[in-house]
């Protein structure tokens, strides 16, 4: 019997199953040459792979929306742009130039500080798989055809791997790579089946068909395990399936707490893909709505129709309300089409609202395509990073400029918009008071509040265990913040980390926390924490 702790957990739950390995295919690329006088022979070859890439995804789109976002990727002008630079003048073969185009770009991500954007690696990584195994013209194993009870073990999944898997029948997934914020992690809370993520060495411990016995609610593995083992993961499996369907029973309930304060509980999203799978989750709305992927995964900064598209359709989708953060590039974060100066240290330099700011064209831009949509929901404003009452004044003022343009133009935009901020420096915390004078709303974002009150880098391996959002400082800021918003009626919500942890959620209650924004995965378990009854 072998015993494994682990520290991710990507979607909770209990299993008990044979373990199944799920092996890479070799897609080391072919070491052919390309001549001169073949290189649009093979050009050719990547735009008759894209095609037949796409139309695949066109497919799978229908029935899971992740593979929507999918094709803007496959599609994407950088990563074409890249694969086909190196055809033509590194004269690459179709293979070699894919795979590393799709590296550069993955590296991209790789390096970000936010957890939800280093994630998307594994989607880019995806694609390059899928044009890969065209190329190549192999086939891969099918999770779909598996007909017994299983749990997983693979180094990496992507959401091609996972599609067409029978959830009656994988009941557990582990793996050495990925994170809990992963499209695949999305998709298994969605099928309700546990995950385990970064598992270090589980490859060299685990065979086909061995036992595994799965917590994934305390991170823990047991390979091949003793009978009163066996016995004992057995009844916490029972309790689990009683509890999974016990929690679906709170989605009917408001989140009110017992002290009868209407909470209102929302969810984080990258894009309107992750809207739609979060819409049984009976949420108030969209809490953040990240903006950073129109301009990422884009060859140009995108235009204003192109935002408006997608600000309408999320507004539509979700009408109670939608909080859209403008944009937050910078630091972690950069674009393929414009090149920031080198920073000694990027997360202290120009991002953000500093960079909105300074590019009053690129923000207007976006401002308009914002308030364009707003008639089509409730839409919110919140603008990032804010260090200084001068730099949200001057916001509000390219807001209130924009709005005037509108109305010259009969362009109809919801007059009362509110207009709020991310709460995730010192300088907002130590200001608190007067940002809240001139902010319809607060939004706390622990993630970077906690970095930067600790003075620690969370992506520092070395230093990682003192990145700890429970930190009496960190807490005697949320205070700070809430206390000040409330003192001059802004509401105060979170959309860091913490808000959606169960142990956090009764002390955020307490310190009078209004609104709580999470991950779709943890919306059910934090409405009971807030509920705080069982029924």
Same mark, same amino acid.
């Given at each position: 019997?072998v ?7 990507a ?9 199944? !390995? ?32 796409l ?16 094709m ?6 950088t990563?074409?742009e890249?694969?086909?630079t ?6 690459? *073969? ?7 185009a ?48 299983? !749990? ?9 791997? $996972? ?51 799965m ?55 990258? *894009? $309107? ?25 884009n ?53 953000a ?41 001057e ?19 919801d ?30 974002? $622990? *993630? ?31 205070? $700070? ?21 169960v ?33």
């Open positions: 019997m015993e494994i702790k682990v520290q991710k957990t979607s909770r739950g209990i299993a008990i199953a044979s373990a199944y !390995i799920y092996r890479e295919v070799d897609l080391t690329p072919d070491q052919y040459s390309v001549a001169e006088d073949e290189i649009e022979q093979e050009e050719a070859r990547f735009q008759e792979v894209k095609r037949a890439v139309t695949e995804l066109e497919q799978l789109a229908q029935e899971n929306p992740i593979f929507a976002a999918h803007g990727i496959a599609d994407d002008y990563l074409q890249g694969i086909v190196r055809i033509q003048s590194g004269k690459k *073969n179709v293979q070699q130039a894919i795979l590393e799709v590296e550069e770009v993955a590296d991209i991500f790789e390096q970000m500080e936010d957890e939800y954007m280093r994630e998307r690696k594994a989607d880019v990584l995806d694609i390059g798989k899928r044009f890969l195994i065209k190329c190549k013209k192999i086939s891969i194993q099918d999770l779909g055809a598996i007909r017994q009870p299983v !749990i997983v073990v693979a180094k990496d999944l992507f959401p091609s791997d $996972t599609v067409k898997m029978d959830p009656k029948y994988i009941k557990g997934i582990i793996t050495e790579e990925g994170g809990v914020t992963s499209h695949v992690s999305i998709m298994a809370k969605n099928y309700g089946i546990p995950v385990l993520t970064g598992v270090s060495g589980i490859l060299d411990q685990v065979e086909d068909g061995l036992t595994i016995c917590d994934a609610k305390c991170g823990t593995i047991v390979v091949e395990p003793e009978q009163a083992v066996l016995e004992a993961y057995e009844r916490l499996s029972e309790e689990e399936a009683i509890e999974q369907e016990n929690i679906k029973k709170y989605r009917a309930l408001e989140p009110v707490t017992p002290q009868g304060k209407r909470i209102s509980l929302c969810i984080n999203v990258g *894009n $309107t893909e992750e809207m739609k799978l979060a819409l049984d989750k009976n949420v108030d709305g969209v809490g953040l709505f990240r903006t950073e992927f129109l301009y990422m995964e060859s140009h900064f995108p235009t204003e129709e192109e935002q408006f598209a997608v600000y309408k359709e999320a507004a539509t989708l979700c009408p109670k309300e939608v909080t859209i953060r403008t944009l937050d590039i910078g630091g972690d974060k950069s674009l393929p089409y414009y090149e920031f100066e080198p920073e000694e240290n990027p997360f202290l330099g120009w991002r609202i500093r960079i909105s700011l300074d590019m009053p064209e690129m923000f207007e831009t976006q401002l308009r395509a914002i308030l364009r949509a707003s008639v089509f929901g409730h839409i919110r404003i919140m603008f990032p990073m804010l260090i200084s009452v001068e730099e949200l004044l916001a509000k003022q390219i807001v209130a400029k924009c709005k005037n343009k509108l109305r010259q133009e009969g362009i109809p935009f007059e009362g918009i509110e207009i709020g901020m991310m709460m995730e420096t010192p300088a907002s915390v130590l200001l608190a008071e007067e940002f809240a004078k001139e902010a319809d709303f607060f939004s706390i974002g $622990t *993630n970077d509040l906690t970095q930067y009150i600790l003075a620690v880098d969370r992506g520092n391996k070395k230093i990682a265990s003192r990145y700890d959002s429970f930190h009496p400082a960190v807490w005697k800021a949320i205070e $700070t913040i809430i206390q000040a918003g409330h003192k001059y009626k802004c509401k105060v919500g979170m959309c860091g980390e913490l808000a959606g942890d142990a956090a959620i009764p002390k955020l209650l307490e310190l009078g926390l209004d609104e709580f924004s999470m991950s779709a995965g943890t919306v059910d378990y934090a409405r009971r924490a807030i509920i705080g009854k069982v029924i």
